[in-house]
């Protein structure tokens, strides 16, 4: 079964600064990576996925995330984070065809104004 | 478009009393459904997942069941919940094995 890691638990960063939030999987075959992120009070909404190709994938919200398949990570980006960006924002990985998503442990992400 | 309900929204049960948890989902046909379980500080757990009317898998053993009684109804049941089974259950659809959509989830307490 693969498992998901989420490297940061909990980042404080101030409005302006760039976000990376690191995501490592553990599956020897190919893999759908995805992004979720639940703000405050709302309910998990998808920020972006990645099913093959351009190993770069941009999401809503000006996110970004890398596929890099040599070091089996799936990190997420934004250059410039808003005070909207707080949230908890969570990894999560399927082998191709398979329909068990499994999720990394969430990162907690405090933008401060 | 698709959208995902859940209820209720929020509830609270005492030890030993029996849960019902609904999902319906609408706008599409014969989705996938899905049950999780999340955890401060663990992620989501799969629960159960279904991928038919009366198609139930369950990823992890425990105190609840999963039922499908429409093709887009979706149920958590128990019989008597435990301490344990407090947390905060999600739904989720999906039409194959890619993205998966979720639903504004239910906050059980258990006293």
């Known amino acids: 079964a693969q498992s998901v890691s989420q490297h940061n638990h909990h980042v404080i960063l101030s409005e302006a600064a760039s976000l990376e939030l690191g995501c490592n999987y553990s599956?020897?075959?190919?893999?759908?990576l995805f992004w979720y992120v639940q703000y405050p009070g709302q309910h998990l909404q998808l920020l972006l996925k990645?099913?093959?190709?351009?190993?770069l994938v941009k999401g809503i919200k000006g996110f970004e995330a890398e596929f890099i398949k040599s070091k089996f990570s799936f990190n997420l980006r934004k250059p410039s984070v808003q005070w909207s960006d707080t949230a908890e924002y969570f990894c999560a990985v399927n082998p191709t065809n398979d329909y068990k998503l499994s999720f990394g442990a969430g990162t907690t992400v405090t933008v401060r104004a | 478009s698709q959208t995902i309900h859940q209820w209720p929204a929020t509830l609270v049960q005492p030890v030993g009393s029996p849960l019902s948890l609904e999902c319906t989902v609408e706008g599409t046909s014969n989705p996938n459904l899905y049950w999780y379980r999340q955890a401060a500080g663990r992620g989501l757990q799969l629960l159960f997942y279904?991928?038919?009317?009366?198609?139930i898998s369950s990823e992890v053993p425990q105190n609840l069941s999963a039922s499908r009684p429409q093709d887009r109804q979706f149920i958590l049941s128990s019989k008597k919940l435990l301490l344990s089974d407090s947390g905060f259950y999600l739904c989720?659809?999906?039409?194959?094995?890619?993205?998966?959509?979720f639903g504004p989830g239910t906050r059980l307490l258990v006293l």
């Open positions: 279904s991928v038919g009317i009366g198609q």
């Open positions: 599956y020897g075959g190919t893999v759908n």
């Open positions: 990645y099913f093959s190709g351009d190993p």
């Open positions: 989720a659809w999906s039409r194959d094995p890619k993205t998966q959509y």
